[in-house]
């Protein structure tokens, strides 16, 4: 008779490392374009122009990779935009609240095209006593982006309307840079 061999089996557990499809965004950018809000005129002799598109921007918001598509990103954020002047003795800006939600297609994994709707709400230009003050109904419009590695371009036509019914283009192009946490 051969001896009896003992062994243990062990369970091998497979663990899948589970996918979260929600990601936080975190954002920035800097914006050019539109029409002439303000003209600001120094005692050297030089003017400085507010446009209505120009912008340092801020943003935090969400982004959701559709499970059964997922090269398909929803991004939905808000954020504030500033620009101000060069003046010494004023603080004059213009400054808003954006909102962008966006359906962004990965080309790659590292390059994106994305195309919605960006909302302005909160559009104010403060003279600091210099001149007048103008305040702007709230503006939306379409929005469209292409970025590599969170680096891209954006484009965004619209137009602000003020308190005397008097319309300017905020139409504006951007260098912009997102970072979702955790990353893809």
């Given at each position: 008779?051969?001896?009896?061999?003992?062994?243990?089996?062990?369970?091998?557990?497979?663990?899948?490392?589970?996918?979260?499809?929600?990601?936080?965004?975190?954002?920035?950018?800097?914006?050019?374009?539109?029409?002439?809000?303000?003209?600001?005129?120094?005692?050297?002799?030089?003017?400085?122009?507010?446009?209505?598109?120009?912008?340092?921007?801020?943003?935090?918001?969400?982004?959701?990779?559709?499970?059964?598509?997922?090269?398909?990103?929803?991004?939905?954020?808000?954020?504030y935009k500033y620009v101000t002047t060069?003046?010494?003795?004023?603080?004059?800006?213009?400054?808003?609240?954006?909102?962008?939600?966006?359906?962004?297609?990965?080309?790659?994994?590292?390059?994106?095209?994305?195309?919605?709707?960006?909302?302005?709400?909160?559009?104010?230009?403060?003279?600091?006593?210099?001149?007048?003050?103008?305040?702007?109904?709230?503006?939306?419009?379409?929005?469209?982006?292409?970025?590599?590695?969170?680096?891209?371009?954006?484009?965004?036509?619209?137009?602000?309307?003020?308190?005397?019914?008097?319309?300017?283009?905020?139409?504006?192009?951007?260098?912009?840079?997102?970072?979702?946490?955790?990353?893809?």
């Amino acid at each position: 008779m051969a001896p009896l061999k003992e062994g243990f089996a062990q369970a091998t557990e497979k663990t899948e490392k589970k996918v979260s499809h929600a990601r936080l965004l975190v954002g920035g950018a800097l914006a050019l374009g539109g029409d002439r809000v303000a003209e600001v005129y120094f005692t050297n002799g030089n003017t400085q122009s507010v446009k209505a598109g120009q912008g340092i921007s801020v943003a935090l918001g969400g982004e959701f990779q559709v499970p059964k598509v997922e090269k398909l990103l929803l991004r939905a954020t808000v954020g504030y935009k500033y620009v101000t002047t060069a003046a010494e003795n004023a603080h004059i800006r213009l400054t808003r609240v954006p909102f962008h939600f966006t359906a962004n297609w990965m080309i790659t994994d590292r390059l994106l095209i994305g195309a919605g709707l960006a909302m302005h709400r909160g559009i104010q230009f403060k003279a600091d006593g210099i001149g007048e003050d103008i305040t702007f109904k709230g503006a939306s419009g379409p929005t469209f982006e292409i970025a590599y590695r969170g680096v891209g371009l954006q484009y965004t036509a619209m137009q602000y309307k003020d308190q005397y019914h008097q319309t300017y283009s905020a139409n504006s192009i951007g260098l912009a840079y997102t970072a979702t946490i955790p990353g893809r």
